[in-house]
């Protein structure tokens, strides 16, 4: 059962991650323009 439900939970868990290091790249890329 919670296996499942980590199944259904893990690409929301993987676009979250992958969102958030996506944001701290291009802020650090900002940051050299500055």
């Known amino acids: ?3 499942r439900q980590m199944k ?3 690409p ?3 676009a979250d991650v992958h969102y958030r290091v996506l944001k701290k790249k ?3 890329l900002l940051q ?3």
């Open 12 to 14: 929301t868990i993987m």
């Open 8 to 10: 259904r939970e893990f």
């Open 1 to 3: 059962h919670i296996l």
């Open 26 to 28: 291009w802020s650090n």
């Open 32 to 34: 050299q323009y500055k």
